[in-house]
């Protein structure tokens, strides 16, 4: 691949990550770091909640001991975009470099892309990033390179950083690697086929596990299945909105251009481009592989778009409410990425015809600015990416009463309850911008977190069971101190008196309170069953991407040696 795919990509991260090069944290949704990620057993396994964040909190926790958070911050929304747009061009069946450009905006620079960051979701970005790699790692060890095996589970483990990630890498590595393609499969490649395949699903362990063990309902509220439903961002509808790749259920993190009159005809241009560039792709990528590619995104798109519709939300409403697990197709829209993946291929590929025809007619310079127009295409068409989403991502510091109190509360981390008790909250320190709180990764003791979510006004209950106690207890007037917490953190005003009753002020700032319950109750203590299973399921899952980084560095040392001896 040429250089100037690098330069494309590096021009890309630094006109949507550039706020980054001013000093703090991109504090948005669901996007939190904090200096140093303390690791807990409730970042291992909650206790109460789903493990949404396992084994996210988990790896992040881990990194963060010689990582200090500002930087891994950067590291982690850098690296997406950079392994996101390498891999796109890099699995576009040509030679030619404009095609491999037209591949990499257009997955680096899309609607869901943009939608997701200023979501925060950069965790289900990883699965996103990983899934062109997973598809070229696939690709070759069907084709009979048992070498390959290595850097599928390496991709498929930065996908399965979150639950919805690990499932979109088991379905994607099951399609591609089982079964008859249409065309031979290397000899020697079933046993490993079927072994790589095994060792993606034990990446799902963690988080399998976690949901077995935790105390919280495996069933989500069904009211959730309407609120997080594909919405439509323009005159194109629901529809309209999957077909460009967009969609997503918050309104409030979607780019104001998605809602441009000419949007549309943007998403029409590029069906066209994909529509004449599929029978290309179709021919030069192995045979069968196109068509698993097709199936993938087809299953996703309707996956995407189920919540919209009244059957597919009433068979959602019902998985949610009485399956265990039900509530990770909540959100729909996430299980696109396969469609954005093969969209921006098959688009590639029509560029690359459509270059080829306008040159034979109208001369080289033509078939030049219509290859050029394909890659700014996306730019041009949403251009409130850039500059973190016109400033959205701006880093800003902690106040220093949040290091006072981590201190004050590491000296006898009893458990901790933030007031008001909600999950997301608007910090004056971040510029008023909505932020899942923060507390629970700041501080080194166990935080009572909420997972009520707040969507267009409509509190959509979590499986909290704990979390919802404290709400009926403090809506009772009820005192925190009765809860048996050992510390209060009250930021801001609006938390009733009755609520503070029985607590010593132990600091106090413009900003915030810290109280301190003289009779806390002991700290619930996970079970030594329970912390044995959690470590076997985590050792299982760190076994296969250590099994496989070892087989990748010994791959690539042999390749090196090689290379040096040809060369002498």
């Not at 904090?34 to 996210?56: F, G, K, N, Y």
């Not at 970005?125 to 696939?138: D, E, F, H, Q, S």
């Not at 780019?255 to 066209?272: E, G, I, K, Q, Y």
């Not at 998985?319 to 729909?332: E, F």
Request: hydrophobic share 55%; with cysteine.
């Amino acid at each position: 691949m040429g250089w100037a795919t690098w330069v494309v990509t590096a021009a890309v991260v630094a006109l949507v990550l550039g706020p980054l090069a001013w000093p703090g944290y991109v504090l948005s949704y669901d996007l939190v770091f904090v200096p140093r990620q303390p690791l807990t057993w409730e970042s291992l396994a909650p206790a109460d909640a789903l493990p949404r964040a396992v084994p996210l909190d988990m790896v992040i926790s881990l990194l963060n001991i010689a990582i200090p958070g500002w930087l891994l911050e950067r590291i982690a929304l850098a690296g997406l975009l950079v392994a996101a747009m390498v891999g796109a061009a890099r699995l576009v069946p040509t030679a030619r470099t404009a095609p491999r450009l037209v591949a990499a905006v257009g997955y680096g620079w899309s609607p869901f892309l943009a939608e997701r960051l200023l979501l925060g979701q950069w965790a289900l970005l990883c699965c996103y990033a990983a899934l062109p790699w997973l598809v070229l790692a696939a690709t070759r060890l069907r084709a009979g390179h048992t070498d390959a095996w290595p850097r599928l589970v390496l991709a498929a483990a930065a996908a399965a950083l979150t639950p919805t990630g690990g499932v979109i890498a088991v379905v994607v590595t099951a399609t591609l690697l089982l079964g008859r393609w249409g065309g031979p499969s290397g000899r020697g490649s079933g046993r490993t086929r079927w072994g790589a395949l095994v060792a993606v699903g034990l990446l799902n362990v963690p988080w399998l596990v976690a949901s077995v063990v935790s105390g919280a309902g495996g069933r989500s509220d069904p009211a959730g299945v309407a609120a997080f439903a594909a919405r439509a961002e323009n005159w194109s509808g629901v529809v309209g909105a999957l077909l460009g790749t967009g969609g997503s259920w918050n309104r409030w993190t979607t780019p104001d251009s998605r809602a441009w009159t000419v949007t549309p005809l943007v998403t029409v241009a590029l069906l066209t481009l994909a529509v004449a560039g599929w029978p290309l792709l179709r021919s030069r990528l192995p045979a069968g592989l196109a068509g698993r590619l097709a199936w993938l995104a087809a299953g996703g798109f309707v996956l995407a778009g189920a919540g919209a519709t009244t059957p597919g939300a009433a068979a959602l409403r019902f998985l949610v409410a009485h399956v265990p697990g039900g509530g990770l197709l909540r959100d729909g829209q996430k299980f696109l990425i396969p469609y954005v993946l093969l969209l921006v291929l098959a688009a590639a590929c029509g560029a690359e015809r459509a270059g080829a025809w306008l040159t034979a007619r109208a001369g080289a310079q033509a078939g030049g600015v219509l290859l050029v127009s394909a890659v700014l295409l996306p730019v041009l068409a949403m251009p409130d990416l850039a500059w973190g989403g016109f400033g959205a991502l701006r880093p800003v510091s902690y106040p220093p009463e949040w290091a006072t109190v981590a201190r004050l509360v590491a000296a006898s981390p009893g458990q901790v309850l933030v007031l008001p008790f909600a999950e997301y909250r608007r910090y004056g320190f971040n510029h008023g911008r909505t932020v899942i709180d923060p507390w629970p990764r700041y501080l080194a003791a166990p935080v009572l977190a909420d997972d009520t979510l707040i969507v267009d006004g409509q509190a959509i209950p979590g499986e909290n069971r704990r979390a919802a106690a404290v709400h009926a207890h403090l809506a009772a007037g009820g005192a925190a101190a009765e809860l048996g917490v050992e510390w209060v953190v009250v930021v801001g005003p609006g938390v009733p008196a009755s609520a503070l009753s029985g607590l010593a002020t132990t600091f106090a700032s413009s900003e915030l309170t810290l109280y301190h319950n003289p009779h806390p109750a002991p700290v619930p203590q996970a079970s030594t069953s329970t912390r044995m299973a959690m470590i076997a399921a985590y050792a299982v899952a760190l076994g296969c991407v250590l099994a496989a980084a070892v087989a990748a560095l010994a791959r690539w040392r042999a390749v090196a040696s090689w290379r040096r001896r040809a060369r002498a």
